[in-house]
């Protein structure tokens, strides 16, 4: 007899940053099979408009300790916990290095992680699956991303270690690097995208990957390969390569 968690329709995904590109795509893809999706933006009507079938809209800025801490308590329970929510800003010059901006990045995607596991996590049934979007930035050091790669390495950290200890708890954590994915936060680069995929594309391997119980997602391949074999090589001729493109 199938337990009540292996049915989709009983399971219930909060995905923050869903209001747009990658996040938006994932509440799609739930929606489409049947899950229970609670959806996290900052704009209320924005997140209304793009996720009209969401059980539920959590408003708030990740950065808003108290704002995370008002919007869990309306939570009882979730299944699957998708931390998506994210920016990237660049230093376009290092040596008049943008404090700012780097605080910027740093507390978007790495500090609020603090707030949203500390009122999150504790709801997360046991058997359920918390899911941390970092990137396959972490792999490989580019130009220009101090701030964005620096953060995202605290992610994986994060959730690698994390990962061991809430084994006691029968919670898996599945760390997500995307490589290049189409969405308004990649549509402001000015630089080629190799091997670029949708927000659609990269949903579906997000929920494949999630229902496989899989530690690890990089994707795609090609990108996450060519990556690796960069990271072996000795960075400046590695450096030296990327800036004949
Ligand atoms: N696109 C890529 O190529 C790529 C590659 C690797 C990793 N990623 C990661 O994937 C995640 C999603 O990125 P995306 O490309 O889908 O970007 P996106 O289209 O710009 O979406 C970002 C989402 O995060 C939310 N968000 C941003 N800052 C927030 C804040 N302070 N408080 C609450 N919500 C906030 C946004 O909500 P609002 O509507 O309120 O702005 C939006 O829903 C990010 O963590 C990003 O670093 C993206």
């Known amino acids: 007899m199938p337990k009540p968690n292996d ?18 795509a994932l509440y799609k893809q739930y929606v489409s099979l049947g899950y229970q999706v609670i959806t996290c933006g ?13 059980t539920k809209w959590l408003v708030f800025d990740v950065n808003d300790i108290d704002a995370v801490a008002k919007a869990a308590e309306q939570i009882i329970h979730i299944d699957i916990l998708i ?19 780097f605080r910027e990045v740093i507390k978007t995607n790495l500090l609020s992680m603090g707030a949203l596991l500390e009122n999150l996590l504790p709801k997360v049934s ?6 941390m979007v970092s990137s396959s930035a972490t792999i490989f050091p ?12 605290g992610v994986d950290y994060l959730a690698n270690s994390l990962r061991i200890d809430l084994a006691n708890d029968h919670i898996d954590v599945c760390l ?3 490589g290049f994915i189409k969405t308004p936060l ?17 949903a579906k391997r997000i929920y494949q990957g999630i229902k496989h119980k899989k530690h ?30």
Do not use: W
């Not at 049915?7 to 938006?24: D, E, H, Y």
């Not at 900052?42 to 969401?54: G, H, I, S």
């Not at 580019?142 to 995202?152: L, N």
């Open 176 to 178: 997500i690097h995307p």
């Open 126 to 131: 046991s058997g359920g699956q918390l899911a």
């Open 83 to 101: 931390l998506n929510a994210g920016t990237c800003l660049y230093i376009d010059n290092a040596k008049q290095f943008d404090g700012h901006c």
């Open 142 to 153: 580019f130009s220009r991303a101090q701030a964005y790669g620096a953060s995202k390495a």
């Open 216 to 245: 690890y997602l990089q994707f795609p391949k090609r990108l996450t390969l060519l990556l690796k074999l960069l990271s072996y090589l000795p960075q400046s001729f590695a450096n030296s390569l990327l800036s004949k493109d």
């Open 42 to 54: 900052r704009d209320k009507e924005k997140l209304a408009q793009q996720t009209p079938l969401a």
């Open 186 to 202: 990649t549509d402001k680069n000015n630089f080629s995208m190799p091997f670029l995929l949708t927000a659609e594309e990269a």
């Open 7 to 24: 049915n989709p329709r009983a399971k219930t995904v909060l995905i923050t940053g869903a209001s747009s590109g990658i996040g938006l």
